[in-house]
């Protein structure tokens, strides 16, 4: 099983942004998926954004549209989550996903996670 870890969590106050990166443990197929979900404390994991190895299809929720950006560098085996203009409301443990084949917007799509890495952004 592919193995997933991300980093760049932490404190940042409204407006401000983060880069959260995952590292996997080995080269992805182009027709895998790897993308980001989030979980808020008292609610559901919920899609972020996601993107294709072969970086030809992308996906985002209506709810970072515009303020977050995904991408991967394929020397590095390490997708990407560019965060600005952060909420309040993006608080949660972010967790990094990966599918071996798309799409991936639920999380029955996934085949592996990370451990996931806290955002939290408050004044």
């Known amino acids: 099983q592919v193995q997933l870890v991300e980093s760049g969590g932490g404190l940042v106050q409204p407006g401000g942004s983060l880069r959260l990166s995952c590292v996997a443990s080995?080269?992805?197929?182009?027709?895998?998926?790897m993308g980001w979900f989030r979980q808020a404390p008292g609610k559901e994991r919920e899609f972020v954004a996601a993107?294709?190895?072969?970086?030809?299809?992308?996906y985002y929720a209506d709810s970072v549209k515009g303020r977050f950006t995904i991408s991967r560098d394929n020397t590095k085996n390490t997708v990407y989550l560019q965060m600005n203009s952060l909420k309040p409301e993006d608080t949660a443990v972010y967790y990094c996903?990966?599918?071996?084949?798309?799409?991936?917007?639920?999380?029955?799509?996934?085949?592996?996670w990370g451990q996931g890495t806290q955002v939290t952004v408050s004044s």
């Open positions: 993107i294709k190895w072969s970086a030809d299809t992308i």
């Open positions: 080995e080269r992805p197929f182009s027709f895998y998926f």
């Open positions: 996903a990966l599918a071996r084949g798309g799409p991936l917007t639920l999380t029955r799509d996934s085949d592996s």
